[in-house]
């Protein structure tokens, strides 16, 4: 796909875009493509400091960090875009859609592949953090803000901090889940309202069982 490609298919996603020269000359997302693409063409013939010089030219100019090095496929979608980072070793693969503050980075311990892995159709909610060499599978969805630190399934929506599956193939895990990215549930405070509710029973069955063992008035004062 090439970049007027990538321009019809931002202006397809976006309703907002009301020309496809709006596109090319306003958006961030796409002028990074146009660095991405010169970058990527040097580093993979190996004029690395060329590449990373033309990828900081791309970062001053969008607001959008990619390593030259990253593997982006057709289609990629970086809706406003600034504050992206995209690490070196990411894979990102047709047709995904990644919103501001997004980062696909590195959790500083791993090497080789330090950076994650998108499948196709893909969509990662504003300010999200996608950490380590995951695999995020097919029409996988990332919430607004989570922290994913493990791999996604294909087909589900993820949720929290760290992450955690809230929709699979269409149906809710979580009684809560709502697609509606300004109602993602609160995954974090699930968990602490169920253990809040389930040591209230405990305490409970243990007060019951204390007044149960209390010797009888009776036998007091007989002795």
């Known amino acids: 796909m090439g970049l007027?490609?990538?321009?019809?298919?931002?202006?397809?996603?976006?309703?907002a875009a009301t020309s496809l020269a709006q596109v090319m000359l306003l958006y961030p997302g796409f002028?990074?493509?146009?660095f991405y693409k010169v970058g990527h063409w040097l580093y993979r013939h190996k004029r690395f400091f060329l590449a990373r010089m033309v990828?900081?030219?791309?970062?001053?100019?969008?607001?959008?960090?990619?390593?030259?090095?990253?593997?982006?496929?057709?289609?990629l979608f970086i809706d406003h875009g600034m504050g992206v980072v995209i690490g070196e070793t990411a894979e990102i693969?047709?047709?995904?859609?990644?919103?501001?503050?997004?980062?696909?980075?590195?959790?500083?311990?791993?090497?080789?592949?330090r950076h994650p892995t998108l499948g196709d159709n893909v969509l990662?909610?504003?300010?999200?953090?996608?950490?380590?060499?995951?695999?995020?599978?097919?029409?996988?969805?990332?919430?607004?803000?989570?922290v994913v630190l493990s791999c996604v399934p294909p087909n589900c929506?993820?949720?929290?901090?760290?992450?955690?599956?809230?929709?699979?193939?269409?149906?809710?895990v979580r009684p809560s889940d709502d697609l509606d990215q300004r109602d993602i549930p609160d995954v974090l405070h699930e968990q602490l309202r169920r253990m809040e509710k389930r040591l209230a029973a405990l305490e409970c069955r243990d007060a019951r069982r204390g007044a149960d063992e209390l010797p009888d008035e009776a036998d007091e004062t007989r002795r």
Not at 94 to 105: D, E, F, P, S
Not at 124 to 146: E, Y
Not at 160 to 171: L, N
């Open 4 to 15: 007027l490609a990538d321009a019809r298919n931002m202006q397809s996603k976006d309703p």
């Open 31 to 34: 002028h990074v493509l146009i």
């Open 55 to 75: 990828s900081q030219w791309g970062r001053g100019f969008t607001g959008i960090e990619i390593h030259p090095g990253a593997t982006i496929g057709p289609g």
């Open 93 to 113: 693969g047709a047709n995904c859609t990644i919103y501001h503050q997004v980062t696909l980075g590195g959790t500083g311990k791993d090497t080789g592949k």
């Open 124 to 146: 990662i909610g504003a300010g999200a953090k996608v950490l380590g060499p995951v695999v995020i599978g097919d029409n996988a969805r990332i919430a607004a803000g989570s």
């Open 157 to 172: 929506t993820v949720a929290g901090v760290p992450a955690v599956v809230v929709r699979r193939d269409g149906a809710k």
